[in-house]
Structure formats: C-alpha cells, structure tokens
C-alpha cells in the first residue's frame, strides 16, 4: 500500500473518530444531565441521539412500551395521556387488584405552600421535612394495618438535584425514626428507604415512590418531559408528588407546560403539609 493511500484511510480515521467524540460522547453525556430530546440546553447543537437519524428512521426504530405492568391505574393515568396520547402505556388487565393498598388517591399531591429554593443552591429545607413527616405517617399507617402484617414495602424519596438529595440524607440521618442502611438507604418501621436522584434511579421502581420538585417559580430541570416522566412513573402502589403546589401550578408560563398539567391535574388529589406549622407552635 502506498504511503498516499495508508494516510488517506488515516486521515479519513481521524476524521470520522473526531465526529464520534464531538457528536456521540457528549450526547450521551448531556442526554443524562439535562435530559433526552431537544431541550432548551441542546437546541442549538446537533446531538447524535436526538439528531442523529432522519425522523422516518427514528420513528421506525422507536420502541415504546404497549402495556406497562408496574403502576396502579391511577399513577398511569397521567403519563398516558400527556406523553403517549392515550396511544400506548396502557393498563395490564388486572393492575388495580395486584396493587391493592391503604384507601384512597394512589397518586396524590402534597402541597408545601412555604417551600421556597435555598438561595442559588437547588434544595428545599420544607420539603425534606414535609417528606420525612409524611413517611413517618405511611409507615403508621401500613404497620397497623392487618391485610399487610410483617410485610416491608420499599420507599424511593426523588428529587432531581442533588443539592436536595444531600439534604434529604441529612434529615434522614438526624431523624431519630430512620436507621441507616448504609449509602442512601434507611429504615423506618416497615418501609425500607433509599434516597437517589431521578436521573441515578431511571430503570428502577419501588412500592412508594415521594418525589420533591424543590422549584417554586423557575422551572430548571422540570421543562425536561423525558425526565419528568421517569420520575413518574417509577412507582408501583403509590407516588406522593411534594411541592408548592400553586408555584407549579403557574410554571406553563414560564416554559415547563408538563409540569404545569401535573399540577392541574392533582388540583383534587392534593393535601396541604402542615408540619411547619407544628414545628412553630
């Protein structure tokens, strides 16, 4: 082989070697850090996952779940409707009967009205109590209930910062209820916790599942659907969304329409943390 010819396939190496680093490495990368899709972050760079094929080949390579066997219902519902259209996501037969639970809605809010972001850091002191408070509830509530005597049901606590992930840890390690379990996992009573970001814990599932969304006016990380349908849906019996409840509310305005319809659509499922209140008297 001539010397021309050998550097030719070399340089035409370098060349396509070059691509792969500049396009498909930092896709994966900044697909995991600000989600999948063509987010406000990637809108002017061509990734290879979210532009790399023509859209007739991505649509025909696109695989989609029909049925899902995890969630109640109730959890399934909204995810169905917002990001498949009703089209796919659909209910196995007899989902509401393999997850029977404590009475009422399966998936519900918890309002933290005076929840506000600790300054430039992403964490939410009210929330993390808010959220402690309510596992010490569940676990009272389960642990006398008869049907599931000696039974443990695991617990996934989310939030996706973890500035809030460290936060929520601490709280846990205070807490003269929770025992740890070593990394990010505790015990309280019959639940068995494990704190985790939404991003670390996608692929994953757990009985209950409380997300704290840690924003009150600025959507951040929540204008991402691919990641806020992780979140979502990584729960089989239960999913207890913690947040400001009229903050998110408000956020179609301000560029994350998704979250702003999870709100709206738990506007009757919700209930009001009072346990700041409590703490002040």
Known sequence: MSPSVEEAGLERQAWALTNVLKVGFPSVLEALQFGFGRGRRLKNQKTALSHGLPHADRKQRHVALSHQHRMHPEISAFPR?????????????????????????????????????????????????????ELRRLNADLGNDQRFSGRRWSVAVLSFYRAQESL???????????????????????????????DR????????????????????????????????????????HVGRWNGLRQMGKRGAPHVAALAAHHEHLRSTDTAGKRRRR
Request: glycine share 10%; charged share 30%.
């Open 81 to 133: 409707k917002r990001f498949y259209r009703g089209e796919r996501l659909h209910d196995s037969e007899g989902m509401a009967e393999k997850r029977a639970f404590l009475p009422g809605p399966r998936s519900r809010w918890l309002d933290v009205p005076d929840g506000s972001e600790d300054g430039e850091v992403k964490r939410n002191r009210r929330e993390a109590d808010a959220i402690l408070y």
């Open 201 to 240: 814990f996608q692929g994953h599932e757990a009985d209950i599942v409380l997300l704290s969304y840690v924003r009150t006016f600025v959507p951040g990380f929540l204008d991402s659907p691919n990641r806020l349908n992780v979140a979502i849906t990584r729960a089989r019996y239960l999913m207890v």
């Open 168 to 198: 929520l840890l601490d709280v846990f390690a205070r807490s003269k209820d929770t025992k740890g379990r070593g990394g990010r996992g505790f015990r309280l009573g019959c639940l068995d916790i494990e704190v985790c970001t939404v």
